[in-house]
């Protein structure tokens, strides 16, 4: 959990801040949802049981649809491998390959235009192992 919450750090120095923090509800991700609250980059999270191993994509994309927030939008999911590195991959090329790898304390940003219509056209914009902001 030390390099989580030094991944935290730096994600807060880079200026970055999540409007909504939606978390697994295994012990170790809701560590790591607490870690990044008490490094002030969310104020608070909820836990979403579809971000439990084995989660449908489609439940988090009908939430995504219905979630009201700010208009300057920053959402960050707390969940499992290989599920986050699926849904994402699924997200951008809608299907699955398998070769996105995640690290633990990784990140994945994937910007998502219309949940509606968002398998196959999101947009990766961040895959990076945690020693890349250490």
């Not at 609250?37 to 979403?48: E, G, P, V």
């Not at 235009?113 to 250490?134: D, E, V, Y």
Request: glycine letters at 6%; hydrophobic letters at 45%.
């Amino acid at each position: 959990m030390h390099k989580t919450a030094q991944v935290a750090q730096r994600l807060l120095k880079l200026g970055l801040s999540f409007n909504t923090l939606l978390s697994s509800p295994l012990v170790r991700a809701v560590q790591t949802a607490d870690i990044l609250c008490q490094a002030n980059l969310t104020t608070s999270y909820q836990i979403f049981q579809p971000l439990a191993p084995g989660g449908d994509l489609q439940d988090w994309l009908d939430w995504l649809a219905d979630w009201q927030s700010p208009e300057n939008r920053n959402l960050a999911l707390v969940g499992h491998e290989p599920d986050l590195s699926r849904w994402s991959q699924q997200l951008v090329h809608g299907s699955i390959n398998n070769r996105w790898i995640l690290k633990k304390a990784g990140i994945i940003g994937v910007s998502v235009p219309n949940p509606r219509n968002a398998i196959g056209q999101s947009q990766l914009f961040w895959l990076a192992p945690p020693r890349l902001l250490l």
